[in-house]
């Protein structure tokens, strides 16, 4: 294995014994060997999350039956767990709901803004955003009927500017995401959000690798409306349900379209006629996953004693340890970042592109470093604070560097496809 000089292995052992995070690692169960650098599509278990579980199905569900959704207060969970996400998301009180799936929720914030904007037809996105958006705009737009919902791309991939031209009057909706899933490019929620209102236009940001991930200012920045995932720097857990946050100033006039008896205003009078709960309640649908529901509930504990500025001067600095590091490995010059090294332009992932990088992907899961892969040609490495070191990063590096010089990643067996990439 390509060894990195020892002086920077003892740099990154001094910022790691200098880190204000360094405690949280052990909250964490992480596996042997492993520098899991994914936390970004999955989050990894915290401990407490494994004691939840065991108390729900142990305790709560298998002794107390029914009555848990008293006296364990299931019922609340879904207002619990958002009021948990909320200062996350720089959200006052009586905002964030979990509940369902992010593009559920997605489809009923969208529905929503369409409805408050009578004459305006185009919800404007990004061409490259993450396909659940689009294909749910694209869901809406089949129900409301082409005349009345068209989705309106722009690649601005390369020209950032062209995002922001096409913020017109005609738009009714802007539906972005602010950390792009394959690239990591970062945008200018507050900016963004502000050109649309100029236009009359209304924002729905996808959160789905912001949130856990980077400080959040949905209040102070006026947003609408934002959904995203609480399995990714949430760590739920797989399948974990996601937030919504529809601002407070809008509750009274909303209309979602998926009206269930959780949503109601007294779910249990069983009336005929559907009236919907005020505030944020209105977003609930069905009866809550309590399972999964808990076990993100207790998972949002790892938060409860850290400052997400921390995090974010810890994930800028780790994603900067690992390209430099990449730079300084000749054998590594095959890789193209295609991330903005700005720290205002990148979230908390880096993307290369190469032509081989499903199977540089493969054979470094194989040597222990756990990336992940986007089609076409993107390795993708997600840097999680909480539970990362520093001193992770120089060895990921340089067991990546030895697949690359090695032609370790050529063998056949990484060639294959698996179902989930
Ligand atoms: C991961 C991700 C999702 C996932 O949506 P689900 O409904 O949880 O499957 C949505 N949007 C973005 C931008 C994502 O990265």
Redesign the pocket.
Known sequence: MTMLPDLTKTTLALLDATDPLAFKREAFVLPENTIYLDGN?LGAMPKAAAARAHQVLNEQWSQDLIKSWNSHQWIDLPQTVGEKIAPLLGAAPGQVICCD????N?FKVLSCAMLMQPGRTKILSQAG??P??LYMVQGLASLLGEQNCQLVLVDDSVDQQALEHAITPEIAVLLL?QVD?RSGRLLDMQRLTQLAHEQGVLVIW?L??SAGALPIELDAWQVDFA?G?G??YLNGGP?AP?FLYAASRHHAQLTQPLTGWMGHNTPFSFATAYQKAPGIAQFLSGTPAIIAMSVLDAALAVFDDIDMQDVRYKSLALSHCFHQLVEKQPGLASLALITPLHPNARGSQLAYQHPQAYALCQALIKRGVIADFRAPNILRLGFTPLYLRYVDIGNAVAILADIVNSQEYLKPEYAVKHKVT
């Open positions: 599509s799936s992010t593009s559920v997605l955003n993450f659940t958006d995401t899933f996808d789905a690798h959904v995932c399995y990714k399948g996601a």
